[in-house]
């Protein structure tokens, strides 16, 4: 059974940084795709950033310049470099993997941002 675990969220200024990382566990296979998705209360799950197993990203657009994607393909295991975060980053984040017809996603991480 894949599971996803997500760590690195947590409360930090506007302005600041967090690197929110993803293990997956109980598969050798390597995704597809990784990557983040986040939903804010009272608001529908969106796309953050993906990456996927060759290296060609994507970003959403309010998240283009400040945000990087990376993943360790040897260790199943993706990154979320945050920086320069606004209060509009507040948000759960979740990890996210495809495997051809299979996505499984994290249990979610926090993220908030004070202005």
């Known amino acids: 059974q894949v599971q996803l675990v997500e760590s690195g969220g947590g409360l930090v200024q506007a302005g600041g940084s967090l690197r929110l990382s993803c293990a997956a566990s109980g598969s050798r296979v390597s995704f597809n795709a990784m990557g983040w998705y986040r939903q804010a209360p009272g608001k529908q799950r969106e796309l953050v950033a993906t990456?996927?197993?060759?290296?060609?990203?994507n970003y959403a657009d309010s998240v283009k310049g400040r945000f990087t994607v990376s993943r360790d393909n040897a260790n199943n295991t993706v990154y979320l470099q945050m920086n320069s975060l606004k209060p509009e980053d507040t948000a759960v984040y979740y990890c996210n993997a495809h495997y051809y017809s299979y996505t499984y996603w994290g249990q979610g991480t926090q993220v908030t941002v004070s202005s």
């Open positions: 990456i996927t197993s060759g290296g060609n990203t």
